[in-house]
C-alpha cells in the first residue's frame, strides 16, 4: 500500500482525537477502537475526495460515532442478556414485557387468581395491541403498572405466585 499525503497528518492527530474521545466517554479500549477505526476511514477516503476543511473534527466526529454505535450495541447486548434472565425467571412467575410500549389495559389486580393463559394487560406498541397473559395458574402480585404508563422492553410487570397449597 501506498503512502498518501495526509499519512503524517494522521499520526500528529491521533494522539489529539484519542484524547477528546476519551474525555468524552470515559473508556480508553473503546475510545482507541472508535480512534483507530476513524484513521482507517481517513486513510481510504481521504486519498481519493481530498482532505476535510477541519481534520481533527472529522476524525472526532468519525471516532464518536464509532463510540455511540459501540455503545448502542452494548446496551442492546446488556437488555437482550436481561430478557434472557427475566425469561428464566419467568418459570418463577415473573411477567415481563415483551416490548416497548404503552398500557392499554390493565385486567386484574394485586390479589387476583388467574389460571395458565388469562389476560393480564394489554400493551400497544407500534400501533398494535399486545395481549400479555398469565404464565401459570397463581395469585397477582406486585403490580408495577398502570394504564397510560410506558413500558421498556424486559421490564417487570408483575407476579404469578403459585397459589398456596401448591
Known amino acids: 500500500m501506498t503512502a498518501f499525503a495526509g499519512e503524517n497528518l494522521l499520526r ?8 477528546a474521545v476519551i474525555r468524552r ?4 479500549s473503546a475510545s482507541e477502537d472508535a480512534v483507530q477505526d476513524a484513521l482507517i476511514a481517513a486513510a481510504q477516503q481521504w486519498p481519493s475526495e481530498g482532505l476535510p476543511e477541519n481534520p481533527r473534527g472529522w476524525l472526532i466526529q468519525v471516532a464518536v460515532r464509532r463510540m455511540t454505535d459501540h ?3 452494548e446496551s442492546a447486548r446488556r437488555r437482550r442478556e436481561r430478557q434472557a434472565d427475566a425469561g428464566g425467571a419467568a418459570g418463577n412467575g415473573a411477567v415481563v414485557s415483551p416490548m416497548q410500549g404503552t398500557v392499554l389495559k390493565v385486567a386484574v389486580t394485586d390479589g387476583d387468581a388467574v389460571h395458565d393463559g388469562d389476560l393480564l394487560l394489554v400493551v400497544e406498541a407500534m400501533k398494535m395491541e399486545n395481549e400479555i397473559v398469565a404464565p401459570r395458574e397463581g395469585i397477582v402480585s406486585g403490580l408495577a403498572v398502570t394504564v397510560g404508563a ?6 417487570l410487570l408483575c407476579l404469578v405466585a403459585e397459589p398456596d397449597g401448591k
Open 12 to 19: 500528529e492527530l491521533a494522539p489529539q482525537v484519542l484524547g
Open 25 to 28: 466517554f470515559g473508556d480508553f
Open 71 to 73: 455503545l448502542r450495541a
Open 150 to 155: 410506558g413500558v421498556s422492553s424486559g421490564q
